[in-house]
């Protein structure tokens, strides 16, 4: 695949060889300074122990202290050693040249590790002292650090280079990993080109785990907008047919040339009616969003819009909101859905109440609605919800309230359960699905 500026595949990589710069530049610092201690501590150890074999030679009179003889000493030139030896007033060095400015380097705690620079050298040096023959001899033992140092400064560019040839190995390795890791996303791009043509109907779900989610999701999708289209059709198919009867009907009788009589009046009035039922029906219908698509939740403006074309419809009636009507917007629907369910809920519960609607929004899954009219029949329940049945014909509307409603609920995998009210009246409960259900 090629590379693009917002390319994941150049974000992982820059941030794996932003990572792998990073851990291999401080742990090439961090191995500097540990092993130039490591190198010190070494050496310095070993001047202790060379010191103290000294004063253990001078306490068995095995080294004369005056004059200190080169053959009698290690030699300097080869070990880039220093050694001055004081016993009460005389110091006594090895070698001659130049040490004689270290003498000040003799006084001070009895064992110490001391940094001096000598001679334009970084010297380590040790300091040793002991009681022999009620004598106080102290001796202190140097080494040039300088050619430590520059081996260990060769040792450390190895080491660097070594660091970034790994770091070069771990880029590659990156890439190959990252290039297997993005595998899913390509075949889910092959995917979708193949669902777009129409040679497959869904995705694979068989895929990694942080894929299965929006695998899912998309199948969800795609299933909800197959479902509005075959509805869709389906819908203009029954319409067209519901109304074609009725329409030649009233186009013959209009383009008769004989009087309307009352009772042909009435006829013609009729299957306008029916029209106008199956045209309201269809496009409620039609508004069906379903919980794959739209808006999610309803908004607080939403609400009160809501309230204020009940407020209108009904003004003797109190609409009552437990515990508020901000628990409203916390219902799991597609906006235009929410608010047709509402619609219906809050018009059937004005329509029939005396002097009040509760409205408890138990939870964002639950909403029980319930009126202090005179309420239905238990042997007539089952009924409600039922497209065109209405309990009294002399109420205006066409009986499809609660038929879109059941509709729209089950469209979600809900339930409408229909009841007595505390009051009386009708309860209706609708039971919406979790979103993890």
């Given at each position: 695949m090629p590379f693009a500026s917002r390319s994941l595949r150049i974000r992982l990589l820059s941030r794996l060889a932003l990572v792998a710069v990073f851990i291999m530049g401080v742990t090439w610092f961090l191995h500097g300074m540990l092993l130039t201690n490591l190198a010190r501590d070494f050496l310095a150890g070993r001047l202790q122990q060379e010191a103290e074999y000294i004063i253990?030679?001078?306490?068995?009179?095995?080294?004369?202290?005056?004059?200190?003889?080169?053959?009698?000493?290690?030699?300097?030139?080869?070990?880039?050693?220093?050694?001055l030896v004081r016993r009460g007033g005389q110091v006594f060095v090895s070698p001659s040249e130049g040490v004689r400015e270290l003498e000040s380097f003799l006084k001070g705690p009895d064992r110490q590790v001391l940094d001096i620079e000598w001679q334009g050298h970084p010297l380590l040096a040790w300091r040793e002292q002991a009681e022999i023959r009620d004598e106080m001899v102290t001796v202190l033992v140097g080494e040039d650090f300088a050619q430590v140092d520059r081996g260990l400064a060769r040792l450390h560019l190895w080491i660097g280079a070594t660091a970034a040839l790994i770091s070069l190995l771990l880029l590659l390795l990156s890439w190959v990993v990252v290039q297997r890791a993005l595998r899913p996303l390509a075949g889910l791009k092959r995917q979708l080109w193949a669902l777009r043509r129409g040679e497959r109907d869904c995705l694979d779900v068989s895929t990694v785990s942080e894929l299965e989610d929006v695998v899912a999701q998309i199948n969800e999708f795609v299933d909800e907008q197959r479902f509005r289209q075959l509805r869709s059709r389906q819908s203009l198919a029954n319409l067209s047919h519901a109304i074609k009867t009725p329409l030649a009907a009233i186009i013959q009788a209009l383009g008769q040339r004989k009087p309307l009589t009352d009772k042909r009046r009435e006829q013609i009035l009729h299957r306008l009616y029916v029209i106008d039922e199956k045209l309201t029906e269809a496009l409620r219908r039609s508004r069906i969003a379903g919980q794959a698509t739209g808006q999610r939740r309803l908004s607080e403006d939403d609400v009160d819009t809501m309230l204020g074309m009940m407020a209108t419809l009904y003004p003797d009636i109190?609409?009552?909101?437990?515990?508020?009507?901000?628990?409203?917007?916390?219902?799991?629907?597609?906006?235009?859905?929410?608010?047709?369910?509402?619609?219906?809920?809050?018009?059937?519960?004005?329509?029939?109440?005396?002097?009040?609607?509760?409205?408890?929004?138990?939870?964002?899954?639950?909403?029980?609605?319930?009126?202090?009219?005179?309420?239905?029949?238990?042997?007539?329940?089952?009924?409600?919800?039922?497209r065109g049945w209405r309990l009294d014909e002399q109420r205006p509307g066409h009986g499809l309230g609660l038929s879109?409603?059941?509709?729209?609920?089950?469209?979600?995998?809900?339930?409408?359960?229909?009841?007595?009210?505390?009051?009386?009246?009708?309860?209706?409960?609708?039971?919406?699905?979790?979103?993890?259900?």
């Open positions: 253990s030679r001078l306490a068995l009179g095995d080294m004369p202290l005056a004059p200190v003889e080169r053959d009698l000493w290690p030699d300097t030139s080869v070990f880039h050693h220093v050694y109190d609409y009552r909101f437990l515990p508020d009507r901000l628990a409203l917007t916390r219902l799991p629907l597609e906006r235009h859905d929410a608010m047709e369910v509402l619609g219906i809920v809050l018009d059937n519960g004005g329509k029939w109440a005396a002097r009040s609607v509760t409205v408890d929004c138990v939870s964002a899954y639950r909403l029980v609605v319930e009126d202090d009219g005179p309420g239905v029949p238990e042997g007539q329940r089952h009924r409600l919800g039922e879109i409603l059941r509709q729209l609920v089950e469209r979600y995998r809900g339930d409408v359960h229909f009841g007595q009210a505390s009051g009386g009246g009708l309860r209706i409960e609708l039971i919406l699905p979790s979103g993890d259900s």
